[in-house]
């Protein structure tokens, strides 16, 4: 298989904080603007088996526990809002309760943590890999704590 690692500064290491991918990356993605240095990869996150993304979104250095990539969402019904997280091994299953995340105390998006599955629900069998899915959010469409708080306390 051919590795698709990025071409990077020697020692460089790429550790963004929650803020920085949806502030930064994600919202520069999604409008479409170009990124200083490509570190993230696009790939087709349902065609390919966590065990692979290693060798498609490595950046840099062999030791990295961490890999970053976009991917589109899959519909699980062409006219649903459903998402599909399966691929041809097993599926990806949401747990937990989404973390906000924000930035000078404005929320800007979402982290949803989702582990790795193999065969197919309801009798998967969980496996150790953890992906964290963001998603860009405003005040408006966030969690009811943000839509139902002092507008105060979202200003900058």
């Known amino acids: 298989m051919e ?3 990025s071409c990077v500064p020697p020692g460089f290491r790429f550790h ?3 803020e920085e991918l949806v502030g930064y990356y994600l919202k520069k993605k999604i409008a479409c603007q170009k990124i ?6 696009d790939i087709d996150l349902y065609r390919i088996e966590p065990w692979d993304l290693i060798d498609r979104c490595r950046i840099g250095y062999e030791e990295q526990s961490e890999w970053y990539f976009f991917s589109h969402k899959d519909k699980k019904y062409p006219t649903g809002t459903r998402t599909n997280r399966a691929t041809m091994a ?7 309760r989404d973390k906000a995340v924000y930035e000078k105390m404005r929320l800007i ?7 790795f599955y193999k065969g197919r629900a309801p009798n998967g069998q969980k496996t ?19 839509r139902n708080s002092n507008p105060i306390d979202h200003t900058i």
């Open 109 to 115: 998006g979402m982290r949803k943590t989702l582990v």
């Open 3 to 5: 590795t698709m690692e």
């Open 16 to 18: 963004p904080t929650d």
């Open 90 to 96: 097993g599926f990806w299953k949401a747990t937990g």
């Open 128 to 146: 150790d890999w953890i992906m964290h899915e963001y998603r860009l959010e405003s005040d408006e469409n966030g969690p009811p704590q943000a």
């Open 36 to 41: 200083d240095l490509d570190v993230i990869r």
